[in-house]
């Protein structure tokens, strides 16, 4: 049942990242679930449904809620049925206690953090999104293990390909971010026109290149389901780099289910031929 409602939350709140899960192996499929739920229930308490709450109220559900994860991780039991999945996930996979507390100080930094300098929003992104792809990579290993002298790479791709995740997403959400949530991660004081499009484009643009580096050193189980979510995320960057400014800060731009289903396709064809660079 726990295991249900951990895929449940996925199921609701991303497509694309759904479809690339169906392509991982279903123990790995099922940790993968369990993180991204607690994940999402954080974001939303400071993002989402709880956003209409008083900051003081916000504030204190994220305590609560990251106290009972941490709490129902060292129990190997919690009442809330997401907890509960997600806390065999961190024993089976031996996922890292200190990773976790950054992405929860990453998340209580939007409390109170509205406006971002290049550097403020670097050490957001490390832990709003790069230690998820570090955890990720955490749980790809945990019976597949990668050779001591491949992890540097593939620790930069994890690391790489969550902040790319992350930056196309505040592209994609420039809008809604500014007007409902009175947050600026992007372009600090300055206008988002094209010059500035342009140069997160290239900053996504390197952190897919770090990552698709990593990609072919993951196990099969895993490799297939992460190359998807890869190609979408890449086909939704030149969607972005196409469109001008004027039009991403007013449209979420979208990769039709069409497309997703031949991006899968592909993932599903090269997945097996990719070899590590030496």
């Given at each position: 049942m726990s295991r249900r409602a951990a895929a449940g939350v996925m199921a609701h709140y991303s497509?694309?990242?759904?479809?690339?899960?169906?392509?991982?192996?279903?123990?790995?499929?099922?940790?993968i679930r369990n993180l991204y739920a607690v994940v999402r229930v954080a974001d939303e308490i400071v993002d989402g449904a709880a956003a209409g709450l008083p900051a003081p109220e916000i504030a204190r559900e994220l305590a609560e809620f990251r106290s009972a994860v941490f709490r129902?991780?060292?129990?190997?039991?919690?009442s809330n049925p997401i907890i509960h999945a997600f806390a065999q996930t961190v024993a089976r996979c031996q996922l890292s206690k200190q990773q976790?507390?950054?992405?929860?100080?990453?998340?209580?930094?939007?409390?109170?953090?509205?406006t971002h300098t290049p550097e403020s929003r670097a050490s957001y992104v490390y832990g709003s999104a790069e230690v998820i792809g570090l955890l990720c990579l955490a749980i790809f290993t945990s019976e597949h293990p990668i050779a001591n002298n491949d992890r540097p790479?593939?620790?930069?791709?994890?690391?790489?390909?969550?902040?790319?995740f992350q930056n196309i997403n505040f592209l994609r959400?420039?809008?809604?971010?500014?007007?409902?949530?009175?947050?600026?991660?992007?372009?600090?004081?300055?206008p988002f026109d094209d010059a500035a499009k342009a140069a997160i484009i290239a900053e996504i643009r390197a952190?897919?290149?770090t990552a698709w580096r990593a990609?072919?050193?993951?196990?099969?189980?895993?490799?297939?389901?992460v190359l998807t979510a890869y190609y979408v995320f890449d086909e939704l960057t030149r969607r972005l780099e196409a469109a001008p400014a004027r039009v991403v800060a007013n449209t979420r731009v979208r990769v039709p289910g069409t497309v997703k289903a031949t991006l899968t396709a592909r993932a599903i064809a090269h997945a097996p031929r990719l070899r590590p660079a030496r």
């Open positions: 497509t694309s990242f759904s479809l690339a899960t169906r392509l991982l192996s279903p123990q790995i499929r099922a940790d129902g991780c060292e129990l190997g039991f919690s976790l507390e950054d992405f929860f100080d990453a998340m209580e930094r939007d409390l109170d953090e509205s790479v593939a620790e930069r791709g994890a690391r790489a390909l969550g902040a790319a959400d420039l809008t809604a971010d500014r007007e409902r949530l009175g947050r600026n991660y992007l372009t600090g004081d300055g952190d897919l290149a990609i072919p050193l993951l196990p099969m189980c895993a490799r297939t389901g």
